[in-house]
């Protein structure tokens, strides 16, 4: 397994280097001049010139991509021309707000796909199963910030007591409640439309594997039918979830810029949103790259563990 | 004279082209629901100037922030510009996006897909691993990375809801090229020297559409919640114009005053338009599939 780990990371390397290249020519073939925006009101050629070779922006585009990779292989990501931080400081400090928000995401979008999903399949073609497929169509196609915006309005201004607060993050450390009470509306957000996904996948799965030889044997031998599903049909059936919730990493992400801009939560995906219209070109590009590499990394975890998990899958023939 | 046992000559109508349709639609409802809500959305977005009750742009003081009544609908929002009128507007915005997007998309990534699949070789490795580095990206980010770096303008939304479309009708492209280049009917048209364009568009691109054209559907509603996500940002067309996502991210300073109409009509129209192509593409998928089609 050492090696297939191995060789997926080494494989990784040639499609991350042309990431970084992605990156850094979008980002720079925006057609402002971000000097503009640092260099005061009305300024001078000379003004422009020296905050030009302060930010670096004077070198040749293949000279300050050099600069950046070698840079970024190093952990430095560069300094925000905006708040003069350093990007990679300023990530690590947001990163655990928004991988608290993506756990709780999954957490809440897997439990509920899990019961769900197989009441549905159980019963299938019944009332419950109508009502679950069409409920997962609609959180599928329902925007979520418009989501995000609705709950706002129902629990700050409908609900009283305001047992969950309409934005804002209290760090886990500093008051343990709050942080949940605060975490909730935004992780129901960014859940919803990986739960309908999940949701799907797990109905799909359990009725697939419902119309197997071993499920007919387990009840032939008189295994009580709760054993059956939870003891064969699920753990089969889980097998394809699995990689549904690893492709949902990347949901998870996309989710987390806007519920975090919604909800005020000082995550890397409002950094992103707030570096956006003031063209701070290295927060963009570092936001952009530890999305894109998350992204590679939960792949092929998912990947490994999908191997792991299916005897049937050879690491050997999972390589192809 | 011993009898001679004539041939029965049966002659067999070949169904038309509307009795065969009439006969899919019959054996698949979901088309037909999937196909009228279609309709209504094409519909209201082609004749929105003759339906629209009000300018959407025009700014009317007197009749700011009203909920909704019989004269404005879906209300009038705080510069009192009738809601309904704006939907009706947005909805152009968003099928436009939708359907442009998906065609860049479609163009790039089937065309990319055909030529890896069929010619195979160096420039399937290169080709792939372009499209690995776009795969790399969570589809939204990098949606909002271009349209961030080439402007908040309409165009540019397509072209980012675009570029992010690629990956997918590539790879599915490319799958479904390998499965059907190995066949029969493509060694024979090889065999009377059939030119290799002439192959992948005659030959190989017709056996592969049904999957290509329920990808197009639900990557539609994919498109079109981007340009929503990304009107939010306020990365897509710029205010006055309509647009649904600016409208309710425009919406959000009047929650606290519970002007809750203000969001609720462009909210409601994303979910439905998403929700059509959704529902369409499930129905496509269901009725174009053969395992999915014996199974019923």
Known sequence: MTRYILRRLLLMIPVAFLVTIGIFVIIRIAPGDPVLTYAGENPDPVTIAAVRADLGLDRPLPVQYAAWLSRAVQGDLGRSFQTHQRVTEAIIERLPVTFELGVAAILISVTLALLIGTISAIKRNSAVDLVTTSVTLAGVSFPNFYLGLLLILLFAYVVPGHIFPPGGFTPFATDPGDNLRRLVLPAITVATASLAVNLRQVRSSLLDVFGQDYMRTARAKGLHERAVIVRHALKNALIPVVTIIGIQIGAIIEGAIITETIFFIPGIGRLAVQAIPSQDYPVVQGVVLVSALSFMLSTLAVDVLYAFLDPRISFGSAEA | ?296
Not at chain 2, 1 to 15: D, G, T
Not at chain 2, 43 to 63: H, T
Not at chain 2, 177 to 203: C, D, K, N, Q, Y
């Open chain 2, 1 to 296: 004279m011993s009898e001679v046992a004539l041939p029965v000559v049966v002659s067999l109508q070949k169904p038309g082209r509307v009795s065969s349709i009439r006969y899919f639609l019959r054996r698949n409802p979901r088309m037909i629901v999937g196909g009228v809500l279609l309709f209504i959305l094409l519909f209201m977005a082609a004749f929105a100037p003759f339906i629209a009750p009000y300018d959407p742009i025009k700014v009317n003081i007197a009749d700011q922030l009203q909920p909704p009544s019989f004269q404005h609908w879906l209300g009038t929002d705080d510069l009192g510009r009738d809601v309904f009128s704006r939907v009706l507007w947005g909805s152009r915005v968003s099928l436009s996006v939708g359907v442009i997007s998906v065609s860049i998309g479609f163009l790039v990534g089937v065309s990319i897909g055909l030529l890896a699949g069929y010619l195979g070789g160096t420039f399937d490795l290169l080709a792939m691993r372009v499209i690995d580095a776009l795969l790399a990206f969570p589809a939204l980010v990098l949606a909002i990375a271009i349209t961030a770096s080439l402007g908040p303008q309409i165009q540019n939304a397509m072209i980012a809801i675009g570029v992010v479309a690629i990956p997918g009708y590539a790879r599915l492209t490319r799958g479904q090229v390998l499965a059907v280049r190995s066949s029969e009917f493509i060694a024979a048209a090889r065999t009377v020297g059939v030119p290799p364009w002439r192959i992948m568009l005659r030959h190989i691109f017709p056996n592969i559409a049904n999957a290509l054209v329920v990808q197009a559907t639900l990557a539609t509603a994919f498109a079109i919640l981007a340009e929503a996500a990304l009107s939010f940002l306020g990365l897509g067309p710029q205010p006055p114009y309509p647009s649904w996502g600016q409208d309710i991210s425009y919406s959000q300073r009047y929650l606290a005053n519970m002007k809750w109409w203000m969001s609720a009509g462009p909210g409601i129209a994303i979910f439905i338009a998403v929700f059509t192509f959704n529902f369409l593409g499930d129905a496509l998928r269901d009725a174009l599939d053969p395992r999915l089609r014996r199974s019923g």
